[in-house]
Nanobody, 126 residues
Framework: QVQLVESGGGLVQAGGSLKLSCVAS????????MGWFRQAPGKEREFVAV????????YYTDSVKGRFTISRDDAKSTVYLRMNNLKPEDTAVYYC???????????????????WGQGTQVTVSS
């Protein structure tokens, strides 16, 4: 059974930082691109970042470029999202997701992601 478990969310003031983690189990982790999405109340799920199966390619949505960094540790089957200079508009539930490497890493279509975590809440106060 595949499981993705996120952690690291919380309440932070604008300008602060958080680091999200997502531990995967039950899958051949190195065969998957790993992505982060977020969903704010009343809004659709939004792509945030992805890291390729090899770790050599990363993509970000424009609104987080220069502030967020995605990374992965295959020895720990873990993907991270380091978030700096957080803004109130970053408030959302953050989800990690896994996509098979047969797909292009840079596609932002959430339907290509096979497995999802339960989400972790990030709240940024102004």
């Amino acid at each position: 059974q595949v499981q993705l478990v996120e952690s690291g969310g919380g309440l932070v003031q604008a300008g602060g930082s958080l680091k999200l983690s997502c531990v995967a189990s039950g899958l051949t982790y190195s065969a998957y691109h790993m992505g982060w999405f977020r969903q704010a109340p009343g809004k659709e799920r939004e792509f945030v970042a992805v890291i390729s199966w090899s770790g050599g390619i990363t993509y970000y949505t424009d609104s987080v470029k220069g502030r967020f960094t995605i990374s992965r540790d295959d020895a720990k089957s873990t993907v991270y999202l380091r978030m700096n200079n957080l803004k109130p508009e970053d408030t959302a539930v953050y989800y990690c997701a896994a996509k098979a490497r047969v797909y292009s890493a840079d596609s932002r279509d959430h339907n290509e992601y096979h497995f999802w975590g339960q989400g972790t809440q990030v709240t940024v106060s102004s």
